[in-house]
């Protein structure tokens, strides 16, 4: 028997994580992946070759992300997603939080904007410069901003959930693809800014982008607690779970509300500690480039302040 036209049994066996883990392919998302991966692959190569470095640390934090995509799409934990809400939930807290953050720890932005080539004639448009127009345009200032990112977020859990747009979803294999690049899209968005390693029209201090992050978290605790809190089952599609599952539709919403509420510490801290180290780094940067310019200038602010205490004891006399 298929579920809802995905072509995909609904006779699945229990659940346990060696059957989730089994390969089982969702075409879209693999090409993606793999595509992500070769093209993040030859930005590297490239500038390998010209003789510039580029960190290793951010291209295993990407492919660790292009990577995390391909376990909750390529695999049978997306067979149990469609008839397990748990597991879907699983899938969406990953590819929506998990995921965007190990990505953009990658620089994927910064990596394309010193790797593509330059319009070689003036006047001209090369990919390049086409990337840099787009980082300009009114359209990503706008989707980067906070006052779009945090409703969008949050509105991405209640007004997908809590609305039959998600049965409508849910009814289609193209609509089960085009819910899960919306999640990955929305994360990646919320958390670019945040992140702060790729350019972008919105570079906030340090402290604004630790609010922004606690902005968005608590409303995935509270969807959890709802979820958890139900005394029916709340989504449609997860109302009547196959038999071969052996499982509890109640049940089921239960565990699905307490894996949104717990995913929602595990960004928080991962961003954290990012933004911790990114600081540090910084505050290291901006003492060298002062101890630079002393070595250069013989330490003139130095010479300038001791010789303005000199001048307070002199009048003190």
């Excluded at 295993?60 to 992300?65: C, D, E």
Aim: charged fraction near 15%; aromatic fraction near 12%; proline fraction near 6%.
């Amino acid at each position: 028997m298929d579920h809802s036209g995905h072509g995909m049994t609904m006779d699945l066996p229990p659940f346990t994580l060696g059957r989730a883990l089994e390969y089982s392919p969702d075409y879209f998302f693999l090409t993606g992946c793999l595509l992500a991966l070769v093209l993040y692959g030859w930005g590297v190569v490239r500038l390998r070759r010209r003789g510039d470095g580029w960190p290793v640390g951010r291209a295993v934090g990407f492919t660790l992300g292009v990577l995390t995509v391909a376990l909750v799409m390529c695999t049978k934990l997306n067979d149990y997603g469609m008839v397990m809400f748990s597991v879907h939930m699983v899938q969406h807290m990953v590819i929506s939080m998990v995921s965007p953050i190990l990505i953009l720890l990658g620089a994927p932005v910064t990596l394309a904007l010193r790797a593509l080539p330059v319009a070689r004639r003036r006047g001209r448009k090369g990919a390049r410069e086409l990337l840099l127009a787009v980082l300009h345009s009114g359209f990503v200032r706008v989707i980067t901003h906070p006052a779009f990112t945090i409703p969008l977020f949050i509105a991405s859990l209640y007004g997908l959930y809590f609305t039959p747009l998600f049965d409508f979803l849910m009814g289609s294999k193209t609509g089960h693809i085009a819910m899960m690049v919306h999640f990955l899209t929305v994360g990646l968005v919320f958390f670019w800014p945040i992140m702060g390693i790729d350019p972008g029209p919105h570079r906030p201090g340090y402290v604004m982008r630790m609010l922004e992050l606690f902005a968005g978290m608590p409303f995935h605790a509270f969807f959890g607690i709802a979820l958890m809190m139900a005394s029916e089952p709340m989504i449609g599609a997860y109302r009547t779970p196959p038999a071969s599952l052996g499982i509890d539709a109640l049940s089921d919403q239960t565990a699905a509300g307490g894996i949104a509420w717990a995913f929602s510490e595990i960004p928080s801290v991962l961003v954290l500690v990012a933004l911790v180290f990114q600081w540090y780094r910084s505050e290291q940067r901006v003492a060298t480039r002062s101890d630079r310019a002393a070595d250069r200038d013989g330490d003139k602010e130095l010479v300038a302040y001791n010789a303005y205490l000199a001048s307070l004891q002199t009048r003190g006399q």
